[in-house]
């Protein structure tokens, strides 16, 4: 567990950093929808909103800044719409493109911190190995049916993505929640602690989920935390430049 | 000698939704082969081909990730709680 900052700044200094703020959330689905109300409101001067995906009806229960009348049109564009009416201050840059590993480190850099409310374990690799190489923070997440996991990587600071993971599994071992399902609130739940991780990383309040993996099993109402601990021969953060604990 | 195992819920189709369940062995290779005869299909959702922990789940023992210890020779004891995590991926769609 790593301090957000070695010294909690003052409350307008707090709003300051979070309005000078850009974070970058990659997926704009059923964590993203959630992840991006919850910034917004919380003053994020610049969300980047990375999507390749239009919205579909399977997704509504879920993904909650898309409308039926938004069938069709990407999700990028939809999330944009609603949280530019509520959040006039901020700067949004909807980029209705999928990252990957030709165009990641043009579509991150530049961020305060990543948001990965992607699906898959191909994208959720690919942006721990990035945020890791442009040494940005990474909130991470996934969910599936019933569980939900979140952790946060300071890079060279804290356990990444790979230290927990070595490699994805093969294609169809594990379901994606596409084809397994999800629980809407769920998602939402882990979306919004997504956020909270940002908020707390960006004004330098609070303690970090570095380090330690949120698990929370919606089917027995129970959280947990799981002890993780940087692997020292990790292919993708061994030899990484510490990243400086606090903005 | 029966020590507890958190089931994630991804598996506990094969455990008929319990989300603890007993299983006997001094090391987590004889665990993970009693489950197999208590719950068939859990091995395989755990071990690969090889017979190795599979790459995208973790074993635990009371917090501690067996990759750290004798992988699956780890020595378990009664009152460790074993935990099973496996990397999920969903999120956007």
């Not at chain 1, 609070?206 to 021969?233: C, I, K």
């Not at chain 2, 020590?3 to 007993?22: D, F, M, N, Y």
Request: proline share 5%; hydrophobic share 45%; glycine share 10%.
């Amino acid at each position: 567990m790593i301090a957000a900052a070695p010294q909690e700044p003052g409350s307008a200094a707090r709003v300051r950093r979070l309005r000078q703020a850009s974070v970058a959330l990659v997926g704009v689905g059923a964590l993203g929808c959630a992840a991006a109300e919850a910034l917004a409101t919380a003053g994020i001067g610049r969300l980047v909103l990375l999507d390749g995906e239009v919205v579909e009806l399977s997704n509504l229960h879920r993904q909650l800044l898309h409308r039926t009348a938004d069938l069709g049109r990407a999700k990028v564009e939809s999330a944009a719409a609603k949280l530019a009416e509520r959040h006039p201050a901020t700067t949004l840059e909807p980029r209705c493109e999928r990252v990957t590993e030709t165009n990641a480190d043009a579509c991150l850099r530049g961020a305060d911190c990543i948001v990965d409310a992607t699906d898959g374990f191909a994208a959720k690799f690919l942006l721990n190995d990035a945020a890791l190489r442009l040494g940005i923070p990474l909130m991470h997440a996934g969910i599936v049916r019933f569980l939900g996991q979140l952790m946060t990587i300071l890079p060279g600071r804290s356990a990444c993505y790979r230290c927990l993971f070595d490699a994805p599994p093969l294609a169809g071992d594990v379901p994606s929640c596409q084809e397994a399902g999800v629980l809407g609130s769920l998602a939402g739940t882990i979306g919004l602690l997504q956020a909270a991780e940002v908020i707390r990383y960006l004004t330098g309040t609070g303690v970090l989920l570095t380090d330690r993996l949120l698990t929370y099993d919606a089917l027995a109402g129970r959280w947990r935390h799981v002890r993780l601990r940087r692997n020292p021969a990790c292919r993708a953060c061994a030899h990484v430049t510490p990243h400086p604990a606090g903005l | 000698m029966a020590i507890q195992v958190r089931i994630p819920t991804p598996l506990r189709k094969l455990t008929g939704g319990a989300e603890s369940v007993a299983a006997s062995g001094a090391t987590i290779a004889a665990i993970v082969q009693d489950l197999e005869s208590r719950h068939p299909g859990l091995k395989e959702r755990i071990c690969d081909d090889n017979g190795k922990v599979r790459r995208f789940v973790n074993v635990y023992v009371n917090g501690d990730d067996i990759r750290f210890l004798d992988n699956l020779q780890t020595a378990v004891k009664e009152g460790d709680e074993i935990s099973i995590v496996p990397a999920i991926a969903g999120g956007a769609r």
